[in-house]
């Protein structure tokens, strides 16, 4: 995957976004619905949202776990083009319980 595009901004300021995320279950032929919370600071630049919107989508029909799948946006938006300090928390429901993955 790609990390979305950056736009350059003069505030230091801590972003959250927030937006539904699915990916396929890479256990069970299941597709998994849930909530992704990303938070960061910018540093000189910050993520474009309709962009960051578009990347989460890509995630729809890979098969993923949701740690691997967490781990993975962080890795990817962390330090990238001025992003820093990225958290990422997904919630999930599956399998008969409430999930969540957080990074730190």
Request: net charge negative.
């Amino acid at each position: 995957m790609t990390a979305p595009a950056t736009f350059p901004t003069e505030a230091a300021v801590r972003m959250t976004a927030s937006a539904p995320i699915r990916h396929m279950c890479p256990v069970v032929q299941e597709v998994d619905n849930g909530t992704i919370t990303i938070a960061w600071v910018t540093d000189g630049w910050t993520l474009e949202l309709h962009k960051l919107r578009a990347y989460l989508g890509t995630f729809q029909d890979r098969e993923i776990s949701h740690e691997d799948l967490t781990d993975e946006i962080r890795a990817e938006l962390n330090g990238h083009h001025g992003i820093n300090n990225v958290t990422v928390n997904t919630t999930w429901d599956t399998a008969g319980m409430d999930i969540q993955c957080s990074t730190w």
